[in-house]
């Protein structure tokens, strides 16, 4: 890396004068603009190796699934391949009425003809010329001046527009024009070239030229290509019967930002490739776009509500992987690891009504608009905390801890996680709360119960229980008496133990029907405690959820006068240690 990067690089300044009188940081974008995918050909020709005329079938019918009506097919002057591809669209009939293909060419003239006999027949087609005129091309590539680059554009434009006249029995055809690098273009000259070009071919409302000014290396800030779009969109020729068109590259990361702010600054049209695909660092990715417009409640007009498949389909034929935080689409951008953005995701989800306005924190689109599942929004690794947690644990498996319960269990996971280093799946939570709370069966452990008693009674104490429980092998049968079930059976265990909190609910449904219980207990003077408890018959798994408790109790209890050891050797005399 040099110390003094201005004695190599230089910005590139496309104003002389200042040009503050710009308007496009007002604007808004309110509608979608036209789109053309260059998937076919920017994004094809960069690919390490090129699609084959099957995958191309395949992606061409993607995107006519996706809803594009402007599709650039291909370079068929480039290669066979290309050119076959293009004549099998349009023999085989694969283009429907309302879709326009598109296919692209240097300005010369044998690849013009070669590129006008292979679309020659589809019904409606865009020839698309370009040439580069950049200052730096203009030296180095064609070495060449100002007037000579002129030429090509008036040359290639002259040949076309006879072609088309000559060839009109069949095929509409539409006229686009590129000033290739037009990002670091001398914006005076780009109009000229562009206003030569518009003035032969004389464009009509009904037959309108596409101006395209491509970024085909991003040279600035995408506020400074806005300023270059605005100026020109001010002062082309004939402006109502040209559609102004823009095509970023990704040079710098911000071609997202540039085809937002151009649309601003007055382009109705955008080339593009999904997933950002194309030359170098790519083109603007059309998906990005799209749903960054949906996200604002503008109808996109393509659809990407599989947006697995359209991946599957992309990667597929350009055999390109996605990365995973990919704008929309990545594997992990629906999908929060840490405890405060999982614990407002756990929340916003379940506060949003189906037919309201979007408004869970941390997700900017309804994944569920996408084709994607919420199952895989909360992913939980040594960062997460309860939300993340108990979200796994109700999604997963109907399991809605009470909140206290969830910051307790939560410290087991973070545990778990911080002694593997890995991220947990909602199987392994599970099995962690399963050992945590569910197996807890020793010392204590239920065998046992028959409760007498009438909820509608008048007496304090009028539910009586009888239960038979096992500690180390031993069983015994207890009694006690209580205002409740659970209390009558805690009386029964002999034991100063209070309940701070209960919580059901049920689980599953029909003939599967569980209860689960949540009992926070607390005994003697110690800190309270949890324990879970689930069987098909609701008394039983409050039992076991206090046993559980107890029995939790026990284990994190390291005094043996413990109030529990006592209660134990009351009831089981012959036992001496339970360790
Ligand atoms: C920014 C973009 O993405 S542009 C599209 C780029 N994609 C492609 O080029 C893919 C397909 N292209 C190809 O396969 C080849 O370039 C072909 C088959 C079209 C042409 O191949 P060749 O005839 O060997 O020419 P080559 O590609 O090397 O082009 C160089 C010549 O074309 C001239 N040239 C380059 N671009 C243009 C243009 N837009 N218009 C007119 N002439 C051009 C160059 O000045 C050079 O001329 P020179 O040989 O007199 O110095
Ligand atoms: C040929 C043009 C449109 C192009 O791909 C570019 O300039 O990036
Ligand atoms: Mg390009």
Known sequence: MITKPATKYVPFRPFKEDYSDRTWPSKSITKAPIWLSTDLRDGNQSLIEPMNIERKISFFEQLLKIGFKEIEVGFPSASKT?????????????????VTISVLTQSREDLIRKTIEAVYGAKHAIVHLYNACA?????????????DIKQIAVNGANLTKDLFAQYSDKTIWQYEYSIEVFSSTELEFALDVANTVIDIFQPTATNKLILNLPATVEASTPNIYADQIEWMNRNINNRDNVILSVHPHNDR???????????????????????????RTGNVDLITLALNLYTQGINPELDFSDIDEVRRCVEHCTQMITPPRHPYAGDLVFTAFSGSHQ???????????TDAIWEVPY?????????RNYDAVIRVNSQSGKGGVAYLLEREYGLVLPRKLQIEFSRAVQRFT???????TAEAVYNIFKSEYLDQNSPWKLIRHRIDGDPQAAEAKHFSVEAEIECSGEKRIIHGEGNGAISAF?????????????HEHSLGSNTNTRAACY?????????????????RDIVTASFRAVLGAINRHLKSEKNLNNICRFAIGVIFPSITSID
Do not use: W
């Open 418 to 424: 911080d002694k593997t280093g890995r991220e947990v």
């Open 253 to 279: 990361g911000t071609a997202v930002a540039s085809a937002e702010l151009a649309i601003m600054a007055g382009a109705d049209r955008v080339e593009g490739c999904l997933f950002g695909h194309g030359e």
């Open 82 to 98: 290309e050119f076959d591809f293009t004549r099998k669209l349009i023999e085989d009939d694969y283009i429907p009425d309302d």
């Open 343 to 353: 614990d407002a995701i756990k929340k916003g989800m379940s506060l949003q009504k």
């Open 363 to 371: 997700l900017p689109i309804d994944p569920a608009d996408l084709g």
């Open 490 to 502: 805690i009386s029964a265990l002999g034991l100063p133990a209070r309940i701070m909190n209960y």
């Open 135 to 147: 200052p730096s091309f203009r030296k180095i590539v064609f070495n060449m001046n100002r007037d």
């Open 519 to 535: 009992v926070e207990l607390r005994i003697d003077h110690n800190n309270s405690v949890f324990g879970v408890g689930i069987d």
